[in-house]
């Protein structure tokens, strides 16, 4: 089946360590994209990517990098440089106007 | 840049009966589209219901319809005969059709309403 593999589902980290989200499609989907949810605030956009090896930033791509060196994959890094990184992240990849999502990752900072 | 505001934070209906959530957006865009979300306790993001904005017929799929209000920059959400499985976040969100935007298909999310049913 085709779809989005976000993993592990859930993260444990402590604080000043950088932590890498997994994100994998085998859609075939050329842009590929992160956001960030907190409760009240809806998702918002960290970085997102139409090509391999081209990204740009999102609303709130400070403290994060990412990297696209396959069209499949599109992983996130929160660094020690993101203040309040607890959050629940979701990626997502799209085509044609077909935006598919994972089903995400929970990451807590202790 | 566009913003998507939903100002129910929470909203509750009685089951089979009826509910609307609100959602208003703006933008200098004459071409865009305009999409609702549900997220259930899975937290999976599914697509509920999309309207282009060039399109004066407001889009149906079912149990849920929109009022696209395209002057008054507001797109809300009826969900008839409400069931127990349509408890969840509802986002509502904004998408850019501008050809400089060929391509990049992302998306601004309001900060969503939470549906409760009521048995």
């Known amino acids: 089946d085709g779809g989005i593999t976000q993993s592990p589902k859930y993260l444990f980290r402590k604080e000043g360590q950088n932590v890498t989200l997994s994100c994998e499609q085998n859609?075939?989907?050329?842009?590929m994209y992160w956001y960030r949810q907190d409760p009240g605030q809806g998702l918002r956009l960290i970085y997102y990517?139409?090509?391999?090896?081209?990204?740009q930033k999102g609303d709130i791509a400070e403290g994060y990098s990412v990297s696209r060196e396959k069209k499949e994959s599109f992983p996130l890094t929160v660094t020690s440089a993101q203040k309040n990184p607890t959050a629940f992240y979701l990626c997502?990849?799209?085509?044609?106007?077909?935006?598919?999502f994972g089903s995400g990752t929970r990451l807590t900072v202790v | 840049a566009q913003t998507v505001t939903q100002s129910q934070p929470e909203m509750s209906v009685q089951e089979a009966e009826t509910v609307t959530l609100s959602c208003t957006y703006d933008t200098s865009e004459s071409d865009y589209y305009l999409f609702w979300y549900k997220q259930p306790p899975s937290r999976q993001m599914i697509l509920v219901i999309r309207?282009?904005?060039?399109?004066?017929q407001n889009a149906t799929e079912n149990r849920f319809s929109v009022n696209f209000q395209k002057a008054a920059k507001s797109f809300s959400l009826k969900i008839s005969d409400s069931q127990l499985g349509d408890a969840a976040m509802y986002f509502c969100a904004y998408r850019s059709a501008h050809i400089s935007n060929f391509g990049n298909e992302k998306l601004t999310f309001g900060t969503g309403t939470r549906l409760t049913i009521i048995p």
């Open positions: 859609l075939n989907h050329d842009a």
């Open positions: 990517s139409q090509i391999v090896n081209d990204f």
């Open positions: 309207q282009e904005a060039y399109k004066q």
């Open positions: 997502a990849s799209s085509l044609r106007g077909q935006v598919d």
